[in-house]
């Protein structure tokens, strides 16, 4: 078996074991996200990104095995994908500190898998929408986790809108605007789901 066929495989089967633990684990994360209300929590369009954001991933690692889509798989994805699933297979809301630290690192992983992705041009419609746009989607995603997942653990809404916690989550989202700005204007991205996803 080589070595493009194993990675292949691992980004199937870690994949599914992220899938499988976001579903098993459902009840958990929503009821830990309950009991920190915060600025940048608890919004329904931050369960319905995701869901798509998986579904499009999902449909990746079919495509992943045709013919059109070696190169960019092998070259641009390569191993970034099968580490980014074993942390999300891995991680727990209530880490905390260390949720926090794994989702940095699968951001960086999956913004630098972004940056090699976008250089190949997509050859079909199921190559832009399952290989380019999926990973444009994440890439945003994964900054908004990180963001979501700080203001959820360590703060809250009940210092009031003029405390370090409104002022931080402002900052965030300036954070978040600028991330945006940078895919959609100036990263010379002919996608701006990224910005799509940090806006909504």
Known sequence: MSHHVLFKSLNLVTYITAISTIYYYRE???????????YLTNSEVGYVIPAINWFLLGGFNLVQWLDFAHDVVVEGVSWHLFVSN???????????IAG???LVINAILVWRLFIKVRVFTPTNLIDYAFVHISFSLYSGLVWLDVFQNFFAAFTNTESGPESLTAYGAAFSVFVLLAI???HAEFSRDPDSWSAATIAL
């Open 100 to 102: 926090q630290i794994l």
């Open 28 to 38: 958990f994360i929503g009821d830990a996200i309950l009991k920190h209300p915060n």
């Open 86 to 96: 074993l942390i999300v297979a891995s991680w727990r809301y209530n880490w905390l």
């Open 180 to 182: 945006g700005s940078y």
